[in-house]
């Protein structure tokens, strides 16, 4: 990058909010995947005109640029892979308005999601979609990753409850899409062309939310099983049994022996777990919905039933389960964390796939997720110094992917392409569909400088 730009760059954002320092590269240089790439230059804009004068900047001299959040992205998103400018937006965080009457909260990107989650509180309200990252991620990083979590089953993802944006567009234009109503059919939706963009169509600088009332009753139950595929089908029976549990998750065997070696909390034994959690507004709303998941549970010949006496209780099971990732991750130096979605009815199908397409390639790997949205998470551990277990994980999560798509799924129900499935692209879209979004990057960004070498662009384009 040419002194001369970095001068400029400097000028707009003042030296207090710009860094060619190596600590300040280097941190930008990595999200939470493997990937990595070093930038030229990391800037902290502090509002909207700030944002908008950066790209001007950059649009006019063909120079790449790479929004972030908080940099807990699974999929290497946030990594500038190009170089170019790493545009931190974690210094826009106010939390712009909070109007109860309207269901609508207004806030900046760079707010952590369980800062907002703490604002709504007194309110009786929150923001529901619950990534287990939501201690330290960024609303600005959830909008443009599509993020979901533990309660998608009942409640959806980010998608679901983003209702208007203000983004800066590649020429540094700043546009406003949607609106605070909760309805609108007025013209194309731009806003939900944006969420799950992962950055690569605009700067996302102000975020308008709608937020639900909590929920004042919650039951918890956790069940034991044989196997993973009767766990799996007991799920699939679960959702059909008419009501839909706030949380559904499934643990296999292996996450469920790591936790038992490495967490404090002693969970029965068993070779698959389910954890139910089931909300209302009165106590027999949650009691009612509860039942019926224990009749099914019994149905499915679970070997063990508990039910979680305390709100404590209850709040235990649900860390150990946030824990599980981080906790299995030490098994090795490096690991790879799908997020592969399908079907529920096909959950079953997915779970005794991955064990035995990662069993074959010989890796330590576990599998939990939200199967009550059909989304699970296999994780598998590799050294990254070990070129063979490169090689197999490699493999084995292309094989992933391919059953995935075979069951008729999606590569990601919420960390996003990034660059970890960005070459995988052509096994879910079909060509049009490529063509007509390569056509919008074109529309949006025709110099490709918005977040380069993600979503599966071709590499020729990129990185100019
Ligand atoms: C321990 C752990 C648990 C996790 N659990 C979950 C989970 O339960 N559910 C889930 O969905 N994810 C989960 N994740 C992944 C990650 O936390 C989410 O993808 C999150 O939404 C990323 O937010 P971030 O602020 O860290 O964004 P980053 O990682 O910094 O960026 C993510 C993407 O958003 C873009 N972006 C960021 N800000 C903007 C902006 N203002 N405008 C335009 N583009 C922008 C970036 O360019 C990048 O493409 C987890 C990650 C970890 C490490």
Not at 169 to 181: P, Q, T, Y
Not at 215 to 226: G, K
Not at 383 to 396: F, G, M, N, S
Request: with cysteine; glycine share 10%; proline share 6%.
């Amino acid at each position: 990058m040419e002194e001369r730009l970095k001068q400029a760059v400097r000028d707009i954002v003042g030296p207090e909010n710009y860094s060619e320092a190596l600590i300040d590269l280097i941190s930008h240089t990595y999200d939470a995947s493997a990937h990595h790439h070093r930038p030229d230059v990391s800037v902290w804009p502090v509002n909207t005109k700030q944002v908008s004068r950066l790209l001007n900047l950059a649009h006019a001299h063909h120079l790449t640029v790479t929004p972030r959040g908080a940099g807990t992205g699974l999929a290497g998103s946030a990594v500038p892979a190009c170089s170019g400018m790493v545009l931190d937006l974690c210094r826009m965080n106010r939390i712009v308005d909070i109007r109860i009457p309207d269901r609508v909260a207004v806030v900046e990107p760079g707010v952590v999601y369980q800062d907002l989650q703490k604002a709504l509180r007194p309110y009786g309200f929150f923001f529901p979609p619950d990534p287990a990252s939501g201690k330290v991620c960024t609303l600005g990083g959830n909008v443009a990753t599509n993020a979901g979590g533990l309660k998608g089953a009942k409640y959806g993802v980010t998608r679901d409850y983003v209702l208007g944006l203000e983004v800066v567009l590649a020429d540094g234009r700043i546009m406003r899409s949607g609106s605070g109503c909760m309805k609108s059919v007025s013209g194309y939706d731009l806003t939900h062309l944006l969420v799950g963009s992962e950055g690569t169509l605009g700067i996302i600088t102000e975020i308008l939310l709608k937020i639900d009332p909590l929920p004042r009753a919650v039951r918890t139950t956790l069940a034991m099983f044989e196997g993973i595929a009767a766990a799996g089908r007991c799920v699939s029976d679960i959702i059909r049994s008419g009501v839909v549990p706030s949380v559904l998750e499934i643990l296999d065997e292996n996450t469920l022996k790591v936790l038992q070696n490495h967490s404090k909390i002693p969970l029965p034994r068993g070779k698959a777990m389910i954890l139910a959690e089931t909300d209302g507004y009165t106590e027999a709303e949650a009691d009612f919905q509860m039942d019926r998941v224990t009749k099914v549970l019994k149905r499915h010949r679970a070997k063990e039933i508990l039910q979680a006496g305390t709100a404590q209780e209850s709040e235990q099971l649900w860390e150990a389960r946030r824990a599980a990732g981080s906790v299995a991750a030490n098994l090795r130096p490096a690991n790879v964390s799908e997020d592969v979605t399908v079907p529920i009815s096909k959950v079953p199908d997915l779970l005794i796939g991955i064990s035995t397409i990662v069993r074959d390639h010989q890796l330590p790997f576990v599998v939990f997720g939200h199967a009550g949205d059909g989304n699970l998470h296999p994780k598998i551990m590799y050294d990254p110094t070990d070129a063979d277990e490169v090689r197999r994980v490699t493999r084995a999560s292309e094989a992933i992917f391919r059953l995935t798509c075979r069951l008729g799924g999606t590569l990601t129900g919420e960390h996003g392409i990034g660059m970890a499935k960005a070459p995988y692209m052509g096994l879910e879209h079909d060509a049009v569909a490529l063509d007509v979004m390569a056509a919008l990057k074109r529309l949006f960004d025709p110099h490709h400088i918005l977040n380069p070498g993600k979503m599966g662009f071709p590499p020729e384009r990129e990185c100019a």
